[in-house]
């Protein structure tokens, strides 16, 4: 299992669009937040609070979120998309084996860039924005939160790709789940369109970030929801692997 996830290392940390696509991740999260606080510092209101600005120096998760799905997607449909997915298999027949590696190193790593890039959000716009207290227990939990749930996005991005096989096909359906469906799902109407909405993969995710409830989910049973989510993408994706020909 070691050859296996150092080949695996060696695989994210030497293509290009890995290295650009978590590049992308701590640019959105730290230029974004210091765009917007920068923005709300000028408020009549005056500075925002100790929770309001941590919270608004987050705001860039909704597009880090999607880069690390990407990057998810194209860790694994890229080897299907040229081909090394055979050669892959030749060194390792057994398919759970080098798809658990993959899983590993592709965790490992989000887990540690999404630590920076939210610890580096919450940074500046608590630099820019100054507000007149703020609690450093209430800093690490929104990093804990926004990490977990960056990561969590990866990770489906991964089973997403392993279930699809197909990059743009992949892309699609993450972009889908987690971006306009959840959207969508909101304007359903009556208790079973609130129940679908609450339930439904990053409305119940973004709860960790958040730190709030949502009439049913609080922040850690929301990321649980969504933690289903993404281990359903996973198990359906290696059932599949390891019934279709590569």
Same mark, same amino acid.
């Given at each position: 299992?070691?050859?296996?996830?150092?080949?695996?290392?060696?695989?994210?940390?030497?293509?290009?669009?890995?290295?650009?696509?978590?590049?992308?991740?701590?640019?959105?999260? +730290?230029?974004? *937040? $210091?765009?917007?606080?920068?923005?709300?510092?000028?408020? &009549?209101?005056?500075?925002?609070? %100790? =929770?309001? #600005?941590?919270?608004?120096?987050?705001?860039?998760?909704?597009?880090?979120?999607?880069?690390?799905?990407?990057?998810?997607?194209?860790?694994?449909?890229?080897?299907?998309?040229?081909?090394?997915?055979?050669?892959?298999?030749?060194?390792?027949?057994?398919?759970?084996?080098?798809?658990?590696?993959?899983?590993?190193?592709?965790?490992?790593?989000?887990?540690?860039?999404?630590?920076? +890039?939210?610890? *580096? $959000?919450?940074?500046?716009?608590?630099?820019?924005?100054? &507000?007149?207290?703020?609690?450093? %227990? =209430?800093? #690490?939990?929104?990093?804990?939160?926004?990490?977990?749930?960056?990561?969590?996005?990866?990770?489906?991005?991964?089973?997403?790709?392993?279930?699809?096989?197909?990059?743009?096909?992949?892309?699609?359906?993450?972009?889908?789940?987690?971006?306009?469906?959840?959207?969508?799902?909101?304007?359903?109407?009556?208790?079973?369109?609130?129940?679908?909405?609450?339930?439904?993969?990053?409305? +119940?995710?973004?709860?960790?970030?958040?730190?709030?409830?949502?009439?049913?989910?609080?922040?850690?049973?929301?990321? %649980?929801?969504? #933690?289903?989510?993404?281990?359903?993408?996973?198990?359906?994706?290696?059932?599949?692997?390891?019934?279709?020909?590569?």
């Amino acid at each position: 299992m070691i050859d296996i996830l150092r080949s695996e290392w060696t695989k994210i940390r030497s293509v290009r669009s890995t290295v650009w696509t978590l590049a992308v991740t701590v640019v959105l999260m +730290a230029g974004l *937040a $210091a765009l917007v606080t920068a923005a709300s510092k000028n408020n &009549p209101g005056g500075p925002p609070s %100790g =929770d309001e #600005a941590i919270m608004i120096s987050l705001l860039g998760i909704m597009f880090a979120q999607l880069s690390m799905a990407t990057l998810g997607v194209l860790v694994i449909s890229s080897e299907y998309r040229t081909g090394g997915i055979r050669t892959s298999l030749m060194a390792v027949p057994k398919r759970m084996s080098l798809l658990t590696g993959k899983f590993v190193i592709f965790t490992v790593t989000s887990l540690i860039v999404s630590a920076v +890039a939210s610890a *580096a $959000a919450i940074g500046i716009g608590l630099a820019i924005s100054q &507000p007149p207290s703020v609690e450093m %227990g =209430d800093v #690490a939990r929104a990093v804990l939160g926004a990490t977990l749930y960056l990561t969590a996005c990866g990770v489906f991005g991964l089973g997403l790709g392993t279930l699809i096989r197909h990059t743009p096909g992949a892309l699609v359906s993450a972009i889908a789940l987690m971006l306009v469906l959840p959207t969508v799902a909101n304007q359903l109407p009556g208790q079973w369109g609130k129940t679908v909405a609450e339930y439904f993969t990053t409305n +119940a995710g973004l709860l960790v970030v958040t730190n709030q409830d949502n009439g049913t989910l609080g922040p850690w049973s929301g990321f %649980g929801v969504y #933690a289903v989510w993404v281990v359903v993408a996973v198990i359906a994706g290696a059932v599949l692997m390891q019934r279709r020909d590569a």
